[in-house]
């Protein structure tokens, strides 16, 4: 669904699903700019949350944010690299090799490096193409793995896990190391949200947890807005879902972007089929 009166005079729209793109309606909240924060200052980073809460979305934003600040910015998600055995390591580490070295527009041959030293561990190969692609010399780098869950019950993972830890860890001996951060971004299963599971298998880094909009602390005016477009009262209409959403970020702006198509009066019924009163 595309808005009229975007500022600028650009179009926007109400997207429900997947990463926000740049002519989107998105909503910073609080954790975008701490996110930012760490990772421009070489921390590393982790995003915990629910499914649908927008972290995706968020990382998409946070890697802008950050490449017109002069970062390098590499994302790679792992739910997408195959490998269900360990016959299938060498595959899963190619795959992923390759997709960073893709978006830092950098010539990698991935057959070819592999072969190079085909005796190495996985550890030692992780920490071989960090040294010789991810670390620069001049610039800051950052790398986002996203959907990280889907590596947790691979049994060759642990390796590279261990890898990115260790030079985490070697920043205290050498400075190149800092220019290198990672940001891992984990869905929780709705059992883990309720035991309130937030480990990751690093072990290191700072942990934010991804919540609901709070509309006392985040932005929500551009949900507003876009309603105003209809010819709605958007601040009306936007809490009035959120009275029923509780803020859930995808519930909010599928019943935003619907409620865009029906007149006023039938807001309400919306919102009471959609998701109870």
């Known amino acids: 669904m595309v808005m009229q009166g975007a500022p600028g005079g650009r179009l926007k729209r109400l997207q429900a699903g997947g990463a926000v793109t740049p002519n989107g309606v998105y909503v910073e ?25 927008g972290k995706t979305s968020l990382m998409a934003n946070v890697a802008r944010r950050l490449m017109r600040d002069g970062v390098r910015i590499a994302a790679a998600d792992l739910s997408g690299l195959g490998g269900e055995n360990t016959n299938q390591a060498e595959s899963w580490y190619k795959n992923l090799f390759r997709r960073l070295a893709q978006d830092l527009r950098l010539t990698f041959d991935e057959h070819a490096w592999w072969s190079e030293s085909p005796d190495d561990l996985l550890a030692r190969r992780t920490q071989r193409f960090c040294d010789q692609f991810l670390v620069s010399e001049t610039a800051q780098t950052v790398v986002f793995l996203d959907e990280v869950e889907a590596s947790f019950d691979l049994p060759f993972t642990d390796e590279f896990f261990a890898a990115i830890r260790s030079l985490y860890e070697s920043r205290s001996t050498d400075p190149k190391y800092g220019r290198l951060a990672f940001c891992l971004i984990r869905g929780l299963s709705p059992t883990e949200e309720i035991e309130g599971d937030l480990t990751m298998p690093y072990g290191v880094g700072r942990t934010v947890q991804l919540g609901a909009f709070d509309s006392g602390r985040d932005d929500l005016d551009p949900i507003a807005q876009a309603l105003d477009c209809f010819g709605l009262d958007g601040q009306a209409v936007l809490l009035k879902i959120l009275s029923q959403t509780g803020g859930h970020p995808f519930q909010t702006v599928v019943l935003a972007s619907r409620a865009g198509e029906l007149q006023s009066d039938a807001i309400e019924a919306l919102v009471e089929a959609e998701i109870g009163s």
């Open 29 to 53: 909240r609080q954790e975008d700019g701490v996110i930012c924060d760490l990772l421009r200052s070489g921390e590393y980073c982790n995003i915990v949350a629910a499914h649908q809460m």
